[in-house]
């Protein structure tokens, strides 16, 4: 009892100094850590504590941010040379060198409210409330190219700059779980249901942008194709001419706004490990398989437009005693008055139809190979789909529990095309009170505008049982 | 153990944390410079301009051979009206015109007396006295003679008046004989008024029954009222037969004053009219040699005003025979107590000229005195003045006929600007231009103009417009009724340096000056009078025409328009390419010059470049045009010209392949197709 009082005082001293998560996003060499209960964020199925009660503070019990680019910021923004080599410039060329052909920045954010999981015999429950968010921009180099060159390359050709794509997501995580074994504790099966309740949502389903040069460079046809779906407490104010002026946001209280059901999803996980010999674990699962239909504050946008300039046509102001003259600055004025409308969306272009909208769903497959019983060896595969962009990696890691208190983590991972990650994790256990710190990538920390992938869960865990256990998997 | 491991723990952390290097993420640090320099193209700017766009003037006019004409006119470069050329008075005072009134009638005046036959033998006594007792019978008449002493018979007081001098006037004296027996009588009339006699008479053997008259003149008598008969002698050679004896018959003597005309006296005046008087008014004009043959009044008044020294009342009927309103003279009725009396003289006319002797300013009057009866006996003198004040005011001339004289005016200097011919210089000549005066003018009073036009070029060089002849004749209408004559005056290259002049070329100002000469060796009658009406002026108007048809070794403009040189901040290097289908015949070169239109200072030019080609001319002379693209590129020091100057000057050279010896025509639907492509590096 005295213990048990002890672990609770320290673990409410602990909780002013850190940000403790529990279920956050996931991170590969989380997975087959010794000793840290949220090994089920990526396989409901795997629990890696075995911890009877385990407790989860709101919002002190921590956030996650995981940032994922298909390049580096440093090819974007560096120090400069010279007079500006204590300042950061823009480098579009160094940056457009390091571009694929498509490519996406994948944030992700979340911040847990609750948990409560509890161990019987066999079984495991757990509920969950989180808030989480997500956004994605995926652009073209093509995009960057002609930012950077101009159109003076593309003369008669008609340049096709992509498809520009963002997507945002912020939602509410009501989630339930459960697991057991069967086959004498050789699998075990686990499944958690998600209700979801959508708050923000940003869906672009096509931004198509051409960009046409004439061969005589007489004309240059601007084209843009855009389906955007929003899910945001706003309005659209239009001018007298039904054109679009002004977007602005309606009053709704924090409160109303984060406790809003009008936008209702369901998303299911699913896992299953399986011990093919007393050294070999295979798992696989899939995570956040659902969507979210927003039917609340909704606003969809078709809107189409083409622009052609051909030049100002200054043969009405040529002669200002002429009874047609027009002024130039006339002319240009009408010219631009004429660009603006041509892209500016109409009244008639937006409804108010509901969309649907996926979250972020991760397929794993992995498995671990036990060296001894307190290390082991572990390969994760894992598979990231949002919308049309998916990306995989692979991680191998080495899991090492050292004593019965300190868990260490090492890994290799391969993240998209980013194959320079060097993750570590780490967990101190000081009786109720387990403090982990995990990453995929150590590189981020020494110089983060270098890397490619970069991400943090640092959290403290209540682990409450009768007695200590860590499985040892 | 757990010790190392949470020391282990602790120091990788702490390593961990520490080593996290935030610098290439700080924004802050942001530089405002971006490697970021695309290229890019697009059109700039396009036109399709005709011959016509291409020059800025509302002055430009097209001609009927399609050439584009500058049409510079101003009208009343020159304009006088009637008050600039000569003043018309508006009042005139004449001098009292004074006469003396002249005799008056007192009317004819008539007295009688009869002499009965029993006065006679009272009287007369002696032999005639027989008769007495043979009064009622018949008797022989006895023969009678008698010349003793005057014998007196009083007659009527004349009522006429109380004294009286004539100056003309006849008195008839009728002897009517009512006696039996003819008489010869002598006699004389007496007056008794002034105590003495005025006149004998006599009659010889007057037959009984007839009568016999005798005249005699009173003129330079004095009479009074009170006059008699006095009876001298009297005869008779009684009958020869018995005759019936009266002494009632008589003797009756008529005394009859005819056509009296008094000069001075104490009358009782009757209505009479005086003899008329006339004469003349001299109108004056400030201008001494002005002579007027007539006027239309468009208002005035007269006023007129009787200054009488006589005891007369009437009223004196003065007649303007000459001065006419609605068709009638003007006549007023002026009291002779001193009253004025005003008439309107609106519309009326005037003849000045009525006297053949002096023909012009001169307005002929009549008036008679119209005198009332004078209720009484006044004292009258035919030498008692009576005058007339006479005052025309408010006089405003609608129209006047005379001989106006001969008059010189100079015309105040002044200019005009020719707005195209600010911006052009260099070596070119106009074809054919023409330079018109036309002259509007309705003032009836033939001049010769004479009209000095010059300019200067902005090298300095300056030149008169000179033509043969230099100066000419306004036009004059026919008469007053003909409104206004106009006729135009050219200025060509056949009669005139015209060419030359324009080829300075004007500094767009050419000022003038000169002299108009009126009634130069102009021989002025009433058959040919000047005229003038109230409205009449004259002006000339100038239009100079200006054809573009140029003989061109260089013609070149200058044009600015204002810019914001940060504008051009993020601009490296520019090139335009400029396609043209040029249907002028004439080249055009280009260059840019960088300035501050403040501080006037420049900062850098372009290249020169050659933007249109000259279109080719067909053996028939049709204008083929001619496609060109060329290259006008801002390198990036030019760049750093443009981006200091807050004004460009476009500055422009036309070149004529054909020279200067062919003049090429600009035709108002000959077009310049212009596309301007922009390749720029830009610099963000």
């Given at each position: 009892m005295k213990n048990f009082q002890t672990k609770i005082f320290l673990a409410v001293l602990i909780l002013g100094s850190a940000i403790p998560t529990l279920f956050a996003q996931e991170i590969p060499t989380l997975q087959f850590m010794k000793g840290l209960s949220q090994s089920d964020l990526f396989n409901p199925a795997l629990h890696n504590d075995s911890t009877k009660w385990v407790v989860g503070l709101p919002v002190l019990s921590g956030a996650n941010y995981s940032?994922?680019?298909?390049?580096?910021?440093?090819?974007?923004?560096?120090?400069?040379?010279?007079?500006?080599?204590?300042?950061?410039?823009?480098?579009?060329?160094?940056?457009?060198?390091?571009?694929?052909?498509?490519?996406?920045?994948?944030?992700q954010f979340s911040v847990p409210y609750f948990y409560l999981g509890y161990h019987l015999k066999k079984s495991f429950f757990s509920l969950v409330i989180s808030e989480k968010?997500?956004?994605?921009?995926?652009?073209?180099?093509?995009?960057?190219?002609?930012?950077?060159?101009?159109?003076?390359?593309?003369?008669?050709?008609?340049?096709?700059?992509?498809?520009?794509?963002?997507?945002?997501?912020?939602?509410s995580e009501f989630a339930f779980c459960y697991s057991t074994s069967l086959l004498k504790d050789k699998l075990t099966l686990g499944l958690r249901a998600k209700a979801l309740f959508?708050?923000?949502?940003?869906?672009?389903?096509?931004?198509?942008?051409?960009?046409?040069?004439?061969?005589?460079?007489?004309?240059?046809?601007?084209?843009?194709?855009?389906?955007?779906?929003?899910?945001?407490?706003?309005?659209?104010?239009?001018?007298?001419?039904?054109?679009?002026?002004?977007?602005?946001?309606?009053?709704?209280?924090?409160?109303?706004?984060?406790?809003?059901?009008?936008?209702?999803?369901f998303a299911i996980d699913f896992g299953a490990v399986y011990k093919l010999t007393p050294k070999l674990l295979l798992s696989g699962s899939i995570i956040d398989l659902g969507?979210?239909?927003?039917?609340?504050?909704?606003?969809?946008?078709?809107?189409?437009?083409?622009?052609?300039?051909?030049?100002?046509?200054?043969?009405?102001?040529?002669?200002?005693?002429?009874?047609?003259?027009?002024?130039?600055?006339?002319?240009?004025?009408?010219?631009?008055?004429?660009?603006?409308?041509?892209?500016?969306?109409?009244?008639?272009?937006?409804?108010?139809?509901?969309?649907?909208?996926?979250?972020?769903?991760k397929i794993f497959l992995g498995g671990t190979y036990d060296i001894t019983s307190r290390f082991n060896m572990g390969l994760l595969d894992r598979?990231?789909?949002?919308?049309?962009?998916?990306?995989?990696?692979?991680t191998l890691s080495a899991n090492a529990l050292l004593g019965k208190i300190f868990s260490l983590t090492g890994s290799?991972s391969?993240?998209?095309?980013?194959?320079?990650?060097?993750g570590l994790g780490m967990a101190l256990r000081l009786g109720a009170v387990q403090i982990y710190f995990v990453n995929d990538?150590v590189?981020?920390?020494?110089?983060?505008?270098?890397?490619?992938?970069?991400n943090l869960r640092f959290g403290i865990n209540l682990l409450f049982s009768g007695k200590s256990k860590v499985a040892v998997n | 153990m757990k010790r190392f491991i949470i020391m282990i723990w602790t120091v990788l952390l702490l390593?961990l944390l520490?080593?996290?290097?935030?610098?290439?993420?700080?924004?802050?640090?942001?530089?405002?410079?971006?490697?970021?320099?695309?290229?890019?193209?697009?059109?700039?700017?396009?036109?399709?301009?005709?011959?016509?766009?291409?020059?800025?003037?509302?002055?430009?006019?097209?001609?009927?051979?399609?050439?584009?004409?500058?049409?510079?006119?101003?009208?009343?470069?020159?304009?006088?009206?009637?008050?600039?050329?000569?003043?018309?008075?508006?009042?005139?005072?004449?001098?009292?015109?004074?006469?003396?009134?002249?005799?008056?009638?007192?009317?004819?005046?008539?007295?009688?007396?009869?002499?009965?036959?029993?006065?006679?033998?009272?009287?007369?006594?002696?032999?005639?006295?027989?008769?007495?007792?043979?009064?009622?019978?018949?008797?022989?008449?006895?023969?009678?003679?008698?010349?003793?002493?005057?014998?007196?018979?009083?007659?009527?007081?004349?009522?006429?008046?109380?004294?009286?001098?004539?100056?003309?006037?006849?008195?008839?004296?009728?002897?009517?004989?009512?006696?039996?027996?003819?008489?010869?009588?002598?006699?004389?009339?007496?007056?008794?008024?002034?105590?003495?006699?005025?006149?004998?008479?006599?009659?010889?053997?007057?037959?009984?029954?007839?009568?016999?008259?005798?005249?005699?003149?009173?003129?330079?008598?004095?009479?009074?009222?009170?006059?008699?008969?006095?009876?001298?002698?009297?005869?008779?050679?009684?009958?020869?037969?018995?005759?019936?004896?009266?002494?009632?018959?008589?003797?009756?003597?008529?005394?009859?004053?005819?056509?009296?005309?008094?000069?001075?006296?104490?009358?009782?005046?009757?209505?009479?009219?005086?003899?008329?008087?006339?004469?003349?008014?001299?109108?004056?004009?400030?201008?001494?040699?002005?002579?007027?043959?007539?006027?239309?009044?468009?208002?005035?008044?007269?006023?007129?005003?009787?200054?009488?020294?006589?005891?007369?009342?009437?009223?004196?009927?003065?007649?303007?025979?000459?001065?006419?309103?609605?068709?009638?003279?003007?006549?007023?009725?002026?009291?002779?107590?001193?009253?004025?009396?005003?008439?309107?003289?609106?519309?009326?006319?005037?003849?000045?000229?009525?006297?053949?002797?002096?023909?012009?300013?001169?307005?002929?009057?009549?008036?008679?005195?119209?005198?009332?009866?004078?209720?009484?006996?006044?004292?009258?003198?035919?030498?008692?003045?009576?005058?007339?004040?006479?005052?025309?005011?408010?006089?405003?001339?609608?129209?006047?006929?005379?001989?106006?004289?001969?008059?010189?005016?100079?015309?105040?200097?002044?200019?005009?600007?020719?707005?195209?011919?600010?911006?052009?210089?260099?070596?070119?000549?106009?074809?054919?231009?023409?330079?018109?005066?036309?002259?509007?003018?309705?003032?009836?009073?033939?001049?010769?103009?004479?009209?000095?036009?010059?300019?200067?070029?902005?090298?300095?060089?300056?030149?008169?417009?000179?033509?043969?002849?230099?100066?000419?004749?306004?036009?004059?209408?026919?008469?007053?009724?003909?409104?206004?004559?106009?006729?135009?005056?050219?200025?060509?290259?056949?009669?005139?340096?015209?060419?030359?002049?324009?080829?300075?070329?004007?500094?767009?100002?050419?000022?003038?000056?000169?002299?108009?000469?009126?009634?130069?060796?102009?021989?002025?009658?009433?058959?040919?009078?000047?005229?003038?009406?109230?409205?009449?002026?004259?002006?000339?108007?100038?239009?100079?025409?200006?054809?573009?048809?140029?003989?061109?070794?260089?013609?070149?403009?200058?044009?600015?328009?204002?810019?914001?040189?940060?504008?051009?901040?993020?601009?490296?290097?520019?090139?335009?390419?400029?396609?043209?289908?040029?249907?002028?015949?004439?080249?055009?070169?280009?260059?840019?010059?960088?300035?501050?239109?403040?501080?006037?200072?420049?900062?850098?030019?372009?290249?020169?470049?050659?933007?249109?080609?000259?279109?080719?001319?067909?053996?028939?002379?049709?204008?083929?045009?001619?496609?060109?693209?060329?290259?006008?590129?801002?390198?990036?020091?030019?760049?750093?010209?443009?981006?200091?100057?807050?004004?460009?000057?476009?500055?422009?050279?036309?070149?004529?392949?054909?020279?200067?010896?062919?003049?090429?025509?600009?035709?108002?639907?000959?077009?310049?197709?212009?596309?301007?492509?922009?390749?720029?590096?830009?610099?963000?």
């Open positions: 940032f994922n680019s298909d390049f580096a910021t440093d090819k974007l923004l560096h120090k400069g040379t010279g007079a500006l080599s204590d300042s950061l410039v823009l480098d579009l060329e160094k940056f457009q060198a390091s571009l694929r052909s498509s490519n996406t920045i994948q944030q968010a997500s956004a994605n921009l995926t652009f073209n180099k093509s995009l960057i190219t002609f930012l950077k060159d101009g159109n003076a390359s593309y003369i008669g050709q008609n340049v096709d700059l992509g498809n520009l794509k963002v997507d945002a997501l912020q939602y959508g708050k923000f949502a940003l869906q672009t389903e096509k931004m198509d942008i051409q960009v046409e040069t004439a061969p005589d460079a007489s004309y240059v046809n601007l084209k843009s194709d855009m389906k955007i779906n929003l899910s945001a407490p706003i309005s659209v104010e239009y001018d007298q001419d039904g054109y679009f002026s002004a977007m602005k946001g309606t009053h709704i209280s924090g409160v109303n706004y984060m406790t809003q059901t009008g936008n209702m999803g969507k979210i239909s927003f039917k609340n504050s909704v606003l969809n946008l078709d809107h189409s437009s083409t622009y052609q300039w051909t030049g100002i046509d200054f043969s009405k102001s040529i002669d200002n005693t002429s009874a047609g003259y027009i002024k130039p600055s006339d002319l240009i004025d009408a010219e631009t008055t004429k660009l603006k409308d041509s892209f500016r969306p109409k009244n008639t272009e937006f409804s108010t139809e509901p969309f649907k909208m996926t979250i972020p769903t598979l990231y789909k949002y919308g049309d962009y998916s990306q995989n990696s692979v290799y391969m993240i998209g095309n980013s194959s320079t990650n060097l990538n590189l981020a920390f020494v110089n983060p505008s270098n890397v490619e992938v970069a | 390593i520490n080593s996290c290097n935030m610098s290439n993420l700080d924004f802050s640090k942001l530089s405002e410079e971006a490697n970021l320099n695309p290229s890019l193209v697009a059109p700039l700017a396009k036109a399709n301009i005709t011959g016509w766009d291409l020059f800025k003037s509302a002055y430009k006019e097209q001609g009927s051979n399609g050439v584009v004409r500058l049409v510079y006119t101003q009208n009343d470069l020159i304009k006088y009206n009637v008050h600039d050329l000569m003043n018309l008075p508006a009042q005139q005072k004449f001098s009292s015109i004074g006469k003396e009134l002249g005799e008056i009638s007192p009317g004819d005046v008539s007295i009688s007396r009869a002499v009965s036959l029993s006065e006679l033998i009272t009287q007369l006594g002696g032999g005639i006295k027989d008769n007495e007792q043979n009064n009622g019978t018949n008797a022989i008449f006895p023969a009678y003679s008698y010349t003793g002493s005057e014998v007196r018979f009083s007659l009527d007081p004349i009522t006429e008046y109380t004294s009286i001098t004539l100056s003309s006037g006849t008195i008839e004296i009728t002897l009517e004989n009512k006696l039996k027996i003819p008489v010869t009588i002598i006699g004389s009339l007496f007056d008794t008024g002034n105590n003495r006699k005025i006149m004998d008479f006599s009659f010889t053997n007057i037959l009984s029954g007839t009568s016999s008259k005798e005249s005699l003149s009173l003129v330079g008598l004095q009479l009074s009222n009170k006059v008699e008969f006095r009876l001298s002698s009297f005869q008779t050679p009684g009958s020869e037969t018995e005759v019936p004896i009266n002494l009632s018959d008589y003797l009756k003597v008529t005394f009859d004053l005819k056509n009296l005309k008094i000069s001075s006296g104490n009358v009782m005046v009757k209505p009479q009219i005086l003899e008329a008087t006339s004469g003349t008014f001299g109108f004056v004009f400030p201008e001494s040699d002005m002579k007027a043959f007539s006027a239309v009044l468009k208002k005035g008044t007269i006023s007129i005003k009787t200054v009488n020294s006589s005891k007369l009342n009437g009223t004196i009927n003065l007649v303007l025979n000459e001065m006419k309103r609605n068709g009638a003279a003007i006549q007023a009725n002026i009291p002779l107590n001193g009253s004025s009396t005003s008439i309107d003289l609106t519309g009326a006319e005037i003849n000045f000229s009525s006297d053949p002797l002096n023909p012009f300013n001169q307005i002929p009057y009549t008036y008679s005195v119209q005198v009332d009866n004078s209720g009484g006996y006044i004292n009258f003198a035919s030498t008692d003045m009576l005058k007339m004040d006479i005052s025309l005011d408010g006089l405003d001339f609608q129209s006047l006929n005379g001989d106006f004289g001969s008059r010189k005016m100079q015309i105040d200097p002044g200019n005009f600007v020719l707005d195209v011919l600010q911006k052009l210089g260099g070596d070119f000549v106009v074809a054919n231009p023409a330079l018109s005066l036309i002259l509007h003018n309705s003032i009836g009073m033939p001049a010769e103009v004479s009209l000095n036009m010059k300019a200067s070029s902005k090298s300095g060089r300056t030149g008169t417009l000179q033509r043969n002849p230099g100066s000419f004749n306004i036009p004059v209408p026919a008469d007053i009724q003909a409104g206004t004559a106009t006729a135009t005056v050219e200025y060509n290259r056949q009669n005139s340096n015209i060419i030359d002049f324009m080829a300075l070329p004007p500094n767009s100002t050419i000022s003038y000056n000169g002299e108009i000469d009126f009634n130069k060796g102009n021989v002025v009658t009433p058959l040919n009078p000047n005229f003038l009406n109230s409205a009449s002026a004259f002006s000339i108007d100038l239009a100079l025409d200006i054809p573009m048809e140029l003989k061109i070794s260089t013609l070149s403009f200058n044009d600015t328009t204002s810019i914001t040189g940060s504008s051009f901040n993020k601009v490296e290097s520019a090139e335009l390419t400029i396609s043209a289908s040029n249907g002028i015949p004439l080249d055009l070169d280009m260059q840019l010059f960088f300035v501050d239109t403040i501080s006037k200072r420049q900062y850098g030019t372009s290249k020169s470049v050659k933007i249109l080609s000259a279109a080719q001319i067909s053996a028939a002379g049709e204008y083929i045009p001619v496609q060109s693209t060329q290259i006008f590129s801002l390198d990036q020091s030019e760049m750093v010209n443009l981006r200091k100057a807050n004004g460009v000057v476009f500055s422009g050279t036309v070149i004529s392949p054909a020279g200067k010896d062919k003049a090429v025509s600009i035709l108002s639907t000959s077009k310049i197709d212009l596309k301007v492509v922009m390749k720029s590096k830009i610099n963000l």
